[in-house]
Each structure stands twice: as C-alpha cells, then as structure tokens.
C-alpha cells in the first residue's frame, strides 16, 4: 500500500457494512436486517441522519444523488432506489464515505460492477457506494509505478490492482501490454474487489491461481493483507465472501510476459466460445454453484424449465443456469424463478442447489 494511502487509514476510524448477504433465498432472515420491517410498498421512513450524511458527502466533493435507481447499475437491470448513492474514485474517498456512514450510524453497501448481484424491488436503505478506485500499478524495487513504466525485458512482475478496478477493462489493459494473469477474464463483468470476494473463474482458471495477497480493512480502521493460502478460496468462495466487517482495498498478483497478439487471439478464442455458451441480454452469469460431481444447469434442464418464464424473466435455453431479463423484468420476477428452479431440482433429483449471485436490500 503507497504511502499516502496508508496514512489516509491509519488517520481515519471505523468503517462496517450493516449488510449481510444472504445465502439462500430466504431474503426476509437474511437480507437488511436492521430494515426488515421495511416492505415494498410502503411509506419509507428516511433513516435518521440522512440528511447529515448527505452534507458531509458533499463537503468531500461527492456527487451524492437520492432515491437513485439501482437498476441502472446492476446487469441484470433490476434494482429499486438506494437512499443515497454516490461513486467514488479513489481509495481514499471510498474510505471516507463508509466512515461516515458508519459515523452516523446507516447501512452502507459498496457497490461494484453491478454483477452476481440481485437487488430488491425495494431498493437499498442507507448509503450506496459505488466503487470505482481503480488504479494499477507495477512493483519495481518494492515501489510501484504505472504499467506501462516495466521494462521491456522483465519477463515476470507483481501487479497491484485496487478493488474497484472494471475486471474486464483490467484484462484487456493487460492483454495490449503484454502481460498474461486475467486473459480469462477480459468478458466477464464486474469488479477486482467482487471478483476476489467470488473467487471468479472461467475456462479452467480462477483469479486464486495468481493472487498473492489482498489487502483490507477492519472497523477499526486497521490495515490487513491476508496471503493467498490465508485467503480460504475454494469453488466461487473465499474467506472474505459474505463478510460485514472487512472492506476489500486492493490485491498484489503474479503476472508473466507473453507477445500482445498471443493474448487477443486467446481472447478471441475464449470470446467466442462464452459467446456460443451464454445467453446475450441481461443477467447476473450463473446464478447457481455447481454441486459437487455435477453441473446446476443439466440439473435445471433435466427438470424441464428451461424457457420457463415468469413475469419479465425467464431461464435461458442456452444455458439454464442463466435467468435473463428480456421483458422489463422485476427483480421479484426473477426472485420467483430461482425458488421454483432450487424447488424443481429438490423435487426431481434430491440435489439442494446453492445460490452463486446474492441477494441485496428489501424483496417484497
């Protein structure tokens, strides 16, 4: 972590997610709940020190917006309104932000890409941040520099990412530059920061193969970087999944040399076959794990609901695993799919499918 960073936190206190996402789709014990008693529908009450909040946002320079609709920034394009939202775009704005909500005491959710995500119809109380610190840089001599400062003839380098960098615009960044790490990655949308939580993967690879450690912080406002091996990644998990006390900042990973035109054609490759494999439209990827010594979308198939609609949504028949919003979708609408498909597959095959997206915010 530079300097300047590191002394941003050590000055500032405490920051916490009132978030816990939820593991299944019973939404009313495990999404928000210091706003259960909250429904779609509703007269909302505003949480108390709103309006404080909001001002020292705008103190700090942030563009803080209202009741903005968080279908907007998701990919499945569903999603009610946040109380407040705002887009930060350095580390220590990010830390500035959830420090105050925490300081005033509100909910706080700090958005990514947008992906693996399903938000409520309700929307999200408290403060939405929307992520977007994304710097990279390379290690020379334990300093880090811009990318494109490596020398020519330095086969291997350590890279750091922050956690709010585009995992897509990262990779093909990586690709033009000659470096192999994310190649895998340059079509899949979200975050460095989701991306580590999830521990994303595609065609074999997994970001765990070149993460070297991740750094963090704590309520306390203390700095932490775990090791890979302390990480705990496994299949589309981590030690960090699910975590309200811990706020991704940042990753160091392994990257090697390889001629640029060598990393597009892979790309190419690999695009083109994600094209023939996945469903075009809006989604959120797959939406459930693969148990194990199968696969969630032959067993979605084999209970016969692929094409299965409901509302504004409905089960791709390229790829059953997928649930896509071609109709102006709710997210109740695809709320609602994924229980009968988790219910289908319980009934057909005994198999207890578990959720890889999670459930944000107020469900009605």
């Not at 912080?217 to 970087?225: H, N, T, W, Y």
Request: aromatic fraction near 6%.
């Amino acid at each position: 972590m530079c300097g300047a960073i590191w002394q941003s936190m050590r000055r500032r206190g405490m920051w916490s997610s009132r978030w816990a996402p939820a593991t299944d789709t019973a939404w009313a014990r495990n999404c928000w709940p210091l706003c259960a008693n909250a429904r779609w529908g509703m007269v909302r009450a505003e949480p108390a020190g709103l309006l404080e909040l909001e001002a020292r946002l705008q103190t700090l320079g942030l563009a803080v917006r209202r009741d903005e609709p968080l279908a907007r920034h998701t990919t499945w394009r569903v999603g009610g309104p946040a109380d407040l939202f705002v887009t930060v775009q350095s580390i220590d704005d990010l830390i500035h932000a959830v420090e105050l909500a925490w300081t005033y005491e509100l909910p706080c959710f700090v958005l990514g890409g947008g992906s693996n995500i399903l938000v409520g119809d309700g929307g999200i109380r408290g403060l939405v941040v929307h992520n977007r610190a994304g710097a990279m840089s390379v290690e020379i001599a334990g300093q880090r520099f811009p990318l494109e400062k490596a020398p020519a003839d330095m086969q291997e380098a350590v890279l750091y990412l922050e956690s709010g960098a585009a995992l897509p615009a990262a990779a093909r960044r990586l690709i033009e530059l000659g470096w192999d790490g994310l190649t895998w990655a340059a079509d899949i949308p979200g975050t460095i920061g989701g991306a580590v939580v999830q521990n994303a993967g595609a065609f074999g690879e997994c970001l765990a193969d070149r993460v070297i450690e991740v750094e963090w912080m704590d309520p306390a406002g203390r700095l932490s970087a775990w090791p890979r091996e302390e990480c705990g990644f496994g299949y589309r998990s981590s030690r960090l999944r699910g975590r309200r006390d811990i706020i991704v900042l940042g990753l160091r990973m392994q990257v090697e040399r390889r001629e640029p035109a060598e990393l597009r054609a892979r790309h190419a490759e690999l695009a083109a076959l994600r094209r023939s494999r996945q469903p075009a439209g809006p989604s959120a990827g797959s939406v459930f794990r693969n148990p194990a010594g199968g696969y969630a979308c032959k067993l979605i198939e084999e209970a016969g609901l692929k094409g299965r609609r409901i509302g504004g949504a409905h089960i791709s028949e390229r790829h059953a695993n997928f649930i896509v919003n071609d109709a102006g979708a709710t997210a109740q609408d695809i709320l609602r799919l994924i229980e009968l498909a988790r219910e289908s597959v319980r009934r057909t095959h005994g198999v207890e499918l578990e959720l890889e997206i999670e459930l944000v915010g107020e469900f009605a």
